[in-house]
């Protein structure tokens, strides 16, 4: 099922704006080339519109945020919905600092956001200001397993409707959702988060996946979860190739050629999800 949504990129070749952040902005370029998008990198308020105008998708990354950058992601932000882009938000730090919190809660309540992509933290600290992060990561505390699935599948189902919008968690299991259904996603590798960026790069693959799945027309969030498994995967493909002598920098480039070299047949075959539909109580 997901893995029509890997030839969707494919076949389109989505052009992806990114306001990112410079920490990770290299390894989100890659990782879009790998998936078979193609990145634009743009965050002066001269030309982020120009930009968003001639892409497909939007990334807006609040990673290494100040005031310039802010009010470049609303322009293009207003942009992209003017053209009826998908927008992907990632949060990251949310909780760590009054500025970003209060950033991503703006962007969330100014533009009609299509995924919010975070960890949990970040997603609690936004909703009811009730996590904080570890720095930019997620709060032991706040881990997602399979004791509290149920808790978060609600959650987030509350979350999609209050927002309108698809919540996306990454963690050792990923939870999905909007106001119908939940995915939860079990694909993954502890080592993914010895590498800065993977959450990064998972919000510009994410972005890929919607604009190629809204050019298609298919489900937008099938397309989060194909997005999702497609990382987790390639992050177990990674793991596997790891030799003796091998860190965190041969990691990261093994995760960039698993995505680069990701069939369908193997996206399909190696998934591992569970789908919920919601019921009215």
Known sequence: MLGQYLEGVHETAPLIHNITNYVTVNDCANILLACGASPIMADDQAEVEAITAICGGLTLNIGTLNSNTIASMILAGKKAAQLDHPIVLDPVGAGASPLRTQTAA????????????????????????????????????????????????????????????????????????????AFAIKNGHPLMSRITGSGCMLSVLTAAYVTAAKKTQNSLLEAVAAAFCTMGIAGEVAASRMGEMDGNASFRNYLLDAVFNMTAEELDTKAKYELVSYTDD
């Open 106 to 181: 703006e962007l969330i309540g100014k533009l009609p956001i299509t995924v919010v992509r975070g960890n949990v933290s970040e997603i609690k600290a936004l909703s009811d200001g009730s996590s904080l992060t570890h720095g930019v990561d997620a709060n032991a505390a706040d881990k997602v397993n399979d004791d509290n699935l149920w808790e978060y599948f609600s959650f987030t189902k509350k979350l999609a409707e209050a927002w309108g919008t698809i919540i996306a968690i990454s963690g050792e299991i990923d939870v999905i959702a909007n106001k119908d259904k």
